[in-house]
T-cell receptor, first 113, second 112 residues
Framework: DGGITQSPKYLFRKEGQNVTLSCEQN?????MYWYRQDPGQGLRLIYY???????QKGDIAEGYSVSREKKESFPLTVTSAQKNPTAFYLC????????????FGPGTRLTVL | DQQVKQNSPSLSVQEGRISILNCDYT??????FLWYKKYPAEGPTFLIS?????DKNEDGRFTVFLNKSAKHLSLHIVPSQPGDSAVYFC???????????FGQGTRLTINP
């Protein structure tokens, strides 16, 4: 089955700690994205990557970092510099050069205690 | 600067009737529009899309209408079913920009 997996589903972190969220896809898609969703708000873009070893900041990149060492993996690190890290984090991928449709993983709920 | 707006946070519709979800945008460069459906604690699922060269696209019970002059699109669901209860996001893109811009979402509740 092709798809996007995110782990873990729920993650708890103590304030001041860094944490890494996993995102893996076996769709052979070139582009991958990270969003966060907060209650009553839409999806806001954190980082995206169009190709291995390259990535760009989205609208709310401060306090986050990413890497893209492999085509199928795009991990997101939430650092202690992120002021409001509690949120629902969504990873997506998109086939290039196809249409702009993105396909999403199941998400990770991060709670800072 | 909210480029894509869904002005109705919630909508309640009776089962079997038509659900109409609305979305407005401000960037005239947007040329591709999508609707996603999202259940709580799950990732959004792609529903339907439309290119700016069209004004209507249908897929089963779902139809998306695009009014470019008004910078407005809508999603019609007919007939509405209980499983349609979810949050619906509209999104827009400029071809080649590699990014989607999302609205805030509308929570649709289908009442029996």
């Amino acid at each position: 089955d092709g798809g996007i997996t995110q782990s873990p589903k729920y993650l708890f972190r103590k304030e001041g700690q860094n944490v890494t969220l996993s995102c893996e896809q076996n769709l052979n898609h070139d582009a991958m994205y990270w969003y966060r969703q907060d209650p009553g708000q839409g999806l806001r873009l954190i980082y995206y990557s169009q190709i291995v070893n390259d990535f760009q900041k989205g609208d709310i990149a401060e306090g986050y970092s990413v890497s893209r060492e492999k085509k199928e993996s795009f991990p997101l690190t939430v650092t202690s510099a992120q002021k409001n890290p509690t949120a629902f984090y969504l990873c997506a991928s998109r086939d290039q050069p196809g249409a702009d449709t993105q396909y999403f993983g199941p998400g990770t709920r991060l709670t800072v205690l | 600067d909210q480029q894509v707006k869904q002005n109705s946070p919630s909508l309640s519709v009776q089962e079997g009737r038509i659900s109409i979800l609305n979305c407005d945008y401000t960037n005239s460069m947007f040329d591709y529009f999508l609707w996603y459906k999202k259940y709580p604690a799950e990732g959004p699922t792609f529903l339907i899309s439309i290119s700016s060269i069209k004004d209507k696209n249908e897929d089963g019970r779902f139809t998306v209408f695009l009014n470019k002059s008004a910078k407005h699109l809508s999603l019609h669901i007919v007939p509405s079913q209980p499983g349609d209860s979810a949050v619906y996001f509209c999104a827009a893109s400029v071809q080649g920009a590699q990014k989607l811009v999302f609205g805030q979402g509308t929570r649709l509740t289908i009442n029996p």
